[in-house]
C-alpha cells in the first residue's frame, strides 16, 4: 500500500531525513519510532504531501505521489492525525467528524449519507456519548480520538497516526489498540507513531526506528526491542557498545 524510497530531507544545513525507505503492506499495522526530534513527523508530512523530498519518492498503492498535492493524495485513500492537535475548537464532537465524511461525499462516488457515517465512525471508536460536547472542553487523550474518529471518516485505505496515545490512560490505550487491530482486520494499512512503547509492542507487526533522520533499525517488535543501536538512542548507551 505504500513504498517510502530513499528519501532525504534538508532544513538548511540540517539534514532532517537521509535515504529513508519504508513500506506498509495492506492490512499491516507498521510502527515508526524514534527519540524527539528524529524525523518522524517530517516523514509524515512527505508521505502526506506537506514536505517536499530533496530525493527519494513515494508510493501509494503502486502509483508515484511524489509531486501530487495532499488534497490529491487523500482521495487516493491517505489519512492521517497530527501530532500537534488539530481540531475545529468550536465545533462539537459529532461536527468535527461529520465535516470529514461531507468532504469525502464531496469528491466520492461511492459515499453514504455522511450523518449515517459519522454515527458509525463515533460508535466503533467510543466516543458516541460524547457526540454532543463541544471538542473544546475535552481532554487531550479524547481530542486524539476525535482526531482518529474524523480520519476514519474520510473512509482511508491508508491511516499514518502521530501519537494517537499521547495524553491516554491505560484503559483508553488498551481500548486504542483494539480499535488499531480491528481496522488492519477491515484491511487498512496503518503507520503508527507513538511513544507509548508498550501499546507499540502490543499492536504492531513491524517496526521501523528513526534516530537523527536515519533509519537506524527495521524488524520484528522483539528484534528491534534487543537492537543495541536502538538502545542507545533511548537509553544513551556507550557509542563503543553499540559499534561491537
Not at 506498509?24 to 524525523?39: F, K, R, T
Amino acid at each position: 500500500m505504500l513504498q517510502v524510497e530513499s528519501v532525504d530531507v534538508r532544513f538548511g544545513g540540517v539534514q532532517a531525513l537521509a535515504d529513508v525507505s519504508l513500506c506498509v503492506d495492506s492490512g499491516s499495522l507498521v510502527g515508526l519510532i524514534g527519540p524527539n526530534g528524529a524525523g518522524k513527523t517530517t516523514l509524515f508530512n512527505v508521505i502526506t504531501g506537506l514536505e517536499m523530498p530533496a530525493r527519494g519518492r513515494v508510493v501509494l498503492d503502486g502509483r508515484d505521489v511524489t509531486r501530487l498535492p495532499p488534497h490529491r493524495r487523500a482521495r487516493l485513500g491517505l489519512g492521517r492525525t497530527f501530532q500537534r492537535i488539530e481540531v475545529f475548537s468550536s465545533l462539537s464532537v459529532r461536527d468535527n467528524v461529520l465535516a470529514a465524511a461531507e468532504a469525502r461525499r464531496s469528491w466520492g462516488h461511492d459515499e453514504p449519507d455522511p450523518a449515517r457515517t459519522a454515527t458509525d465512525v463515533l460508535e466503533r471508536v467510543g466516543l458516541a456519548d460524547l457526540a454532543g460536547e463541544r471538542v473544546d472542553g475535552l481532554s487531550t487523550g479524547l481530542l486524539r480520538l476525535v482526531e482518529v474518529a474524523r480520519a476514519l471518516a474520510s473512509r482511508p485505505s491508508l491511516l499514518l497516526l502521530d501519537e494517537p496515545g499521547s495524553g491516554l490512560d491505560g484503559t483508553e490505550s488498551e481500548a486504542l489498540g483494539t480499535l488499531l487491530l480491528d481496522l488492519v482486520s477491515d484491511g487498512v494499512a496503518i503507520l503508527l507513531v507513538e511513544h507509548d512503547v508498550e501499546l507499540v509492542m502490543r499492536v504492531c507487526q513491524q517496526l521501523h526506528v528513526l534516530d537523527f533522520g536515519r533509519v537506524i533499525a527495521s524488524g520484528t517488535p522483539s528484534q528491534v526491542r534487543q537492537n543495541a543501536a536502538v538502545q542507545a538512542a533511548y537509553l544513551g548507551a556507550d557509542a563503543g557498545v553499540v559499534h561491537a
